[in-house]
């Protein structure tokens, strides 16, 4: 999907357009502005796109998921995560 595209794209995109004239500690600076400012705007909006809650097929998991049943005995076809933000 490329979700994390925009944070680490933005940062090298934004450093080059910072002149090289500006030393190295300005260079620094820069960078860890771009950085920071990528997770802050950039990240929130990657994380979003996925859903709160997702279900996924217990055959899709590892094998030792695939045969579980729940306390009735019927079998567990799908499972749900959350992203616990």
Known sequence: LGLPVPVLILPTIIMKAVPKSIGPRGLMFAELTAI??????????????????????ATSLEPEFHNLVDEQGKPITKLYSNKGL
Do not use: D, S, V, Y
């Open 36 to 57: 920071t400012a990528a997770l802050c705007i950039a990240l929130p909006g990657a994380i979003a796109i996925f859903p709160q809650r997702l279900e996924i097929n």
